[in-house]
């Protein structure tokens, strides 16, 4: 068998358990986002911020990839998530099956939203289906603004991105018009969120997530999550 064949099989089967993972994960009444990013662009930080926005709202499960440690996951739970990390070794990306084994050790039935953080890689993750319902792309300003241009999978696969770290912008040399020039040639309408977690302005992200659970819960149920 060449190496292409194998390479089509093993992505097929990743999409065939994709599937079912989305049909469990819709089945449970859960929606879920992949998020991508480069290491340290603020994965988990979002995580966090996000979680001290909407845990008294609703239940967030989060599945933490990794190569190595528990680190983020010991972050993400103090923040009172339920957490699985997976530990890939010298894996670049998270892929379906690995989820299949996450969603074992989660009650699906008690959560509303479940976010997947990937290994930080702006590339692997982007081609393996996991049975999310939207890709979340993160970029931020320190990573320079040529990377929307150099990694167009991530842009034109993403349902949102995200530009983090505005804060440190008048500090690093990112010329903002390039950067979104480029995203925009790549993929003229997908919605760009800039914000600094640190800095705590994450409504347009909160509002975003929110409208999308609300929007995938009134097809399942009448059950209507505040803004
Ligand atoms: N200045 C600034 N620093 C940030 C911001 N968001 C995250 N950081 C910092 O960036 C570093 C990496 O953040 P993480 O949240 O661990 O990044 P990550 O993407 O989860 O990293 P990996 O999981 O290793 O890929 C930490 O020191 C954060 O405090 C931000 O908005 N502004
Ligand atoms: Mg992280």
């Known amino acids: 068998m060449s190496e292409i064949r194998v390479v089509q099989n093993l992505l097929k089967h990743n999409d065939e358990i994709a599937a079912m993972n989305r049909q469990r994960l819709h089945d449970a009444g859960v929606f879920c986002i992949d998020l991508i990013g480069s290491p340290g662009c603020g994965k988990t930080s979002l995580l966090e911020a996000t979680m001290r926005r909407l845990n008294q709202r609703m239940n967030i499960g989060v599945i933490a990839g990794d190569l190595a440690t528990d680190r983020d996951a010991q972050r993400i739970q103090a923040c009172g998530a339920k957490v699985v990390q997976i530990n890939t070794g010298k894996g670049c990306h998270l892929d379906a099956n690995q989820v299949r084994h996450a969603l074992d050790g989660i009650e699906l039935e008690s959560l509303d939203l479940l976010i997947i953080e990937n290994v930080g890689n702006l590339i692997c993750p982007v081609g393996f289906d996991l049975g999310q319902d939207a890709k979340v792309g993160m970029f931020s ?9 150099k990694h167009p999978h991530l842009v034109c696969a993403a349902d949102v991105l995200l530009l983090n770290k505005t804060d440190l912008h008048k500090h690093v040399r990112f010329n903002r018009e390039v950067f979104i020039k480029d995203m925009r040639t790549l993929n003229p ?3 760009l969120i800039e914000l600094s977690v640190v800095q705590g302005n994450l409504d347009r992200w909160i509002s975003w997530l929110t ?7 009134s097809n399942n149920t009448a059950v209507a999550i505040m803004p």
């Open 211 to 217: 409208s999308k659970i609300q929007a995938a819960r």
């Open 189 to 191: 309408a997908v919605e």
């Open 141 to 149: 300003v320190c990573e320079g603004d040529d990377k929307a241009a």
